[in-house]
């Protein structure tokens, strides 16, 4: 059992906008049997030194996956899906997969919703996200107004699932974009889903990638359990 654990390959959840880590308590369970799951708060979250920007995020999860003793697997919502995108651009030997549900490539393209997202009181910035107040809420905002992935997205070679809800209109054109613009991408568009699927039906969201990030699994834990043995 001990040699079994030994080879389960990292996968890194990241987090939307709205709560940090913790947006993943239901799913860890429903993938722990195959990977050693992390849940880490993005920069400005909760307890993780902020403010938040994209190059702290990319930074923090690089940092994190630079540790593991393998190329881990990202998988993201919205916000962490954008982060997962720009960390296997920047950094390609550190992902060997990419899942990313709803990502944001081009913040430029919805200035209505950053508008907004500019209007949100503190008071209610602080109920529905773990960001610390509306000055950090701010700064958030002013970074994915700013994000621009067009161009990187041809940087990616690990394997990429893009994912989208057919109710996340919003989102879906990026989404899209996301997909095509990977060398390895696949985009598929999974029916009578919104935006925050991942987090609200993680039965149904584990049940989506854990083909794609499991494929081929076994055979490469045989590889390496092999080339321990011949050491």
């Not at 049997?33 to 923090?60: H, I």
């Not at 109920?127 to 621009?148: C, K, N, Q, Y």
């Not at 598929?188 to 889903?193: A, F, G, I, Q």
Request: proline share 7%; with cysteine.
């Amino acid at each position: 059992m001990s040699d079994v654990l030994e080879t389960k390959p990292t996968l890194i959840l990241l987090h939307a906008a709205g709560q940090g880590g913790r947006s993943w308590q239901r799913l860890t369970p429903l993938l722990s049997d195959a990977f050693t799951v992390l849940t880490p708060d993005l920069p400005g979250f909760n307890e993780a030194p902020g403010p938040f920007t994209m190059a702290a995020a990319v930074d923090a999860v690089a940092e994190l996956a630079a540790a593991q003793d393998r190329p881990v697997q990202l998988c993201g919502l919205s916000l962490g899906a954008s982060v997962a995108l720009a960390v296997a651009a920047a950094y390609p030997d550190l992902a060997d997969r990419v899942v990313a549900s709803a990502p944001a490539v081009d913040g430029a393209r919805h200035p209505r919703v950053t508008a907004l997202y500019r209007r949100a009181p503190g008071w209610a910035v602080r109920r529905l996200t773990d960001l610390p107040g509306r000055a950090a809420w701010l700064s958030f905002v002013d970074e994915i107004a700013a994000l621009d992935l067009v161009d990187e997205l041809p940087k990616i070679s690990a394997r990429t699932l893009v994912l989208c809800g057919s109710r996340d209109r919003a989102n879906l054109a990026e989404a899209k974009l996301a997909g095509q613009g990977i060398p390895n991408g696949t985009f598929y568009l999974v029916p009578h889903v919104g935006h925050t699927w991942a987090v609200t039906q993680p039965k149904l969201f584990a049940m989506v990638i854990r083909p794609f990030l499991t494929a081929d699994l076994a055979a490469a834990t045989d590889d390496e359990s092999a080339s321990r043995a011949g050491d």
